[in-house]
Nanobody
């Protein structure tokens, strides 16, 4: 069973930065894509960013474009999310997601990000 373990969450003031990491228990080249989702209190889980593992290209939800950068490191089996210019609206539990062929999905346990003054 694949494990995805997030780290790097915490509290930061508005305008600050955090870097999330997701360590996979196996070679991430086995994934078609990996990405990040988030769920704020009382809201549904929403997509944040996706990295296509083969090409390394990334896509972003509109509200995080220009502020967040997602990337993968094949050598360390790690997905990262660099979050800059954080806003209170970014407060949520952030989940790492991996998708394999035939739409097999894997999720991490989540890491809390809190943005407040």
């Amino acid at each position: 069973q694949v494990q995805l373990v997030e780290s790097g969450g915490g509290w930061v003031q508005p305008g600050g930065s955090l870097r999330l990491s997701c360590l996979a228990s196996e070679d991430i080249r086995g994934f078609v894509a990996m990405g990040w989702y988030r769920q704020a209190p009382g809201k549904q889980r929403e997509w944040v960013a996706t990295v296509h593992i083969g090409m390394g290209t990334a896509e972003y939800e509109d509200s995080v474009k220009g502020r967040f950068t997602a990337s993968r490191d094949i050598a360390s089996n790690t997905l990262t999310l660099q979050m800059n210019s954080l806003e209170p609206e970014d407060t949520a539990v952030y989940y790492c997601h991996g998708r394999k062929r035939l739409a097999v999905n894997h999720w991490g346990q989540g890491t809390q990000v809190t943005v407040s003054a």
